[in-house]
C-alpha cells in the first residue's frame, strides 16, 4: 500500500516539479500517479573521464526516484555535486 501522505496535492504539485526542473535542467522530473517522485537525465551521458570520474561508478543514476519532493531534491543534489 502506498503511503498517500507523501503525496502534494494538485498545484502544489505542479509547482514543485516546476521548482525541480528549474533548479536541475539536466533532468526530467515527474510525479507518478501512485505519489512517487521521478526524475530521468535528459541525455543519459555520463561524466567524462576528463573529470577524473570512474564512468563505471555504481552512484552515477540515470533515473532517481523518491517519496517526496524533499528526498528527490536531495538524490538530485548528489548527483550534481559528485557528476556536475
Same mark, same amino acid.
Given at each position: 500500500m502506498?503511503?498517500?501522505s507523501a503525496t502534494v /496535492?494538485? %498545484?502544489q504539485a505542479g509547482?514543485? !516539479?516546476?521548482?525541480l526542473e528549474r533548479d536541475y535542467p539536466a533532468w526530467h522530473v515527474w510525479q507518478s500517479h501512485a505519489g512517487r517522485w521521478w526524475a530521468t537525465r !535528459?541525455? &543519459?551521458a555520463r561524466? &567524462?573521464?576528463s573529470r577524473g570520474q570512474d564512468l563505471g561508478d /555504481?552512484?552515477?543514476a %540515470? %533515473? !532517481?526516484d523518491a517519496d517526496t519532493p524533499a528526498e528527490l531534491r536531495q538524490a538530485l543534489a548528489s548527483q !550534481?555535486? &559528485?557528476?556536475?
Open positions: 502506498t503511503d498517500q /496535492p494538485g %498545484t509547482d514543485e !516539479l516546476a521548482r !535528459l541525455g &543519459h561524466p &567524462h573521464a /555504481p552512484e552515477f %540515470t %533515473t !532517481l !550534481l555535486r &559528485h557528476f556536475g
